[in-house]
């Protein structure tokens, strides 16, 4: 997907730069970092070489896209560093890491939201699969709580602050929206429909994104008949048309544009 969205920002004159992080994928570790790089700070690094790779080229100004943990790490990074000047998250599965929550289960147990569950339950596949044991009972007992949790918690956030983490957590990512609406800062959130991430993301803003509309420079799409990759080909072009249009947005008046595409780990790797 990531070669295709660079040929097809090529062909609208847009350049490029996609990269795995330090750890993922092709990218050698570095030396002190953690075994687990992702969903931490440590990848921001990564993403400010970039800056100042393309800073270095004179390309113009420039924007960041990611899927899953790259859209995370797009995020984060759009915090660390003003030189972004857009950013496009694809499916991001949370905005603040819960520091109770290891990066190496949460990518292993591949959670569902609570309308997937409900849809799994009352299917006979589903039947079979738990009668003959291959489900794991305990962990989507666990995954369903939490996320049910979080959603009495994002119900009255400024109340429940002091004896809810999932609250407190709500708060964090509302300030870190904030400080991109100060700046400006065009976000899109792109989301297939039936994706963990708008689970959390609807714990935030509401189940239809309403919440959203408080800063003015964040846009929400969600896609029907999608999967976590975004493959199908409609899916991709969505997510392909978003990118040019933050580039172009973002772009100088000369017309010089910039896209730097910081890629996420792998399928297997992100939990998707």
């Avoid at 409609?234 to 000369?254: F, N, Q, S, T, W």
Wanted: charged share 25%; hydrophobic share 45%.
């Amino acid at each position: 997907m990531t070669v295709e969205t660079a040929r097809y920002l090529a062909a609208e004159g847009v350049a490029s730069l996609r990269f795995d992080g330090a750890d993922v994928g092709d990218s050698p570790p570095v030396v002190g970092a953690p075994e687990q790089t992702l969903y931490t700070d440590y990848q921001v690094d990564d993403v400010i070489a970039a800056f100042d790779l393309l800073d270095g080229l004179a390309l113009g100004l420039a924007v960041l896209a990611g899927r899953c943990s790259g859209a995370y790490l797009a995020f984060r990074s759009a915090i660390a560093d003003d030189r972004c000047k857009a950013a496009v998250l694809v499916n991001p599965f949370t905005f603040v890491w819960d520091k109770d929550e290891a990066v190496d289960d949460a990518l292993r147990y591949n959670a569902r939201s609570l309308e997937d569950y409900g849809r799994r339950m009352v299917s006979g596949d589903t039947l079979r699969r738990l009668f003959a044991g291959r489900i794991d009972v305990r962990s989507a007992v666990t995954s369903i709580g939490k996320q049910v949790a979080r959603r009495i918690a994002g119900m009255m956030p400024s109340l429940m602050a002091p004896v809810s983490k999932y609250a407190r957590l709500g708060e964090a990512t509302h300030a870190l929206f904030k400080r991109l609406a100060q700046r400006h800062m065009p976000l899109t959130l792109i989301y297939s429909a039936t994706d963990i991430g708008l689970d959390r993301f609807r714990f935030h803003f509401g189940k239809d994104g309403e919440g959203l509309k408080r800063y003015g420079n964040a846009t929400l799409d969600i896609i029907a008949d999608a999967d976590h990759n975004i493959s199908p080909p409609a899916a991709k072009a969505v997510v392909r048309e978003r990118i040019l249009e933050a580039a172009l947005k973002a772009g100088e008046p000369d017309g010089a544009r910039s896209n730097t595409h910081a890629n996420g780990a792998p399928t297997s790797q992100a939990g998707g």
